[in-house]
């Protein structure tokens, strides 16, 4: 997606379209903290299994939270001009990859991305 956020709806619903009608295989890796700033997301949840769409969630960040650079050598803020704390909040992509059969990792260390690809494509 072009911008970042926490608008998990609006990415599931564009990744729904995106995938169209074809009846290959379909994965969706989504590399997040996993804060969600609503739960709408959640409705989604039964056209992504319709559809076939297995999310890989690879969850980046640590519960205590860290500010997060901006390239300029300051942080990202908010609307308000706060400086935004991004938190890891797993159980949004692991609930995400449970319910479409996908798979979570923890991606704030690394990650054989070419292994949990093939655990899950075998599942």
Known sequence: LPEGGSDYR???DTSIQAFGTSNADRYLIVLSDG???EESWKEVLPAL??????VIGLGIGT???AFIPD???AFVKDER????LSRLNASTLQE??????GAYADASTWVDLP???RRTVEA
Do not use: D, F, P, Y
Not at 81 to 84: E, F, R, T
Not at 96 to 101: D, E, I, R
């Open 49 to 54: 299994k319709a559809k076939g769409i297995r």
């Open 10 to 12: 609006a990415m599931l």
């Open 35 to 37: 804060e969600s700033t």
């Open 115 to 117: 292994a949990l690809l």
């Open 81 to 84: 001009g706060a400086v935004v």
């Open 63 to 65: 519960s205590a939270g």
């Open 96 to 101: 995400l990859a449970q319910t479409t059969a």
């Open 71 to 73: 390239g300029a050598g």
